[in-house]
């Protein structure tokens, strides 16, 4: 999907404007869509949970950008504006 939208022209030289064809197409690298994806991540709320046992141990809370959930989840409406969804400017 975030291929995608870089493909479709959904952003110009150096800005997004949220809409199909405002700008030219871009064939994105691997490493720009895994930076986008990234930036617009949210940290996961709760405990550890330990595999096989499925075991959640809440004593130990998740934090940002940690060893157990790495950089969060994935929101895409975090992460590139989209006219009538979301009010982001990205420069």
């Known amino acids: ?37 990234m930036n617009g991540a949210q940290p996961l709320k709760g405990g550890v949970q330990f595999v096989p046992s499925g075991r959640i141990i809440y004593e130990q809370p998740l934090k940002a950008y940690d060893s157990n959930q790495g950089m969060g989840r994935v929101n895409l409406l975090n992460s590139v504006p989209l006219e009538g969804e979301n009010q982001m400017e990205m420069e």
């Open 1 to 37: 999907i975030l291929r995608q939208y870089f493909e479709e022209g959904y952003c110009y030289s150096r800005r997004c404007c949220g809409y199909e064809n405002c700008g030219r197409s871009i064939n994105p690298s691997g490493s720009l869509i895994k930076a986008v994806l």
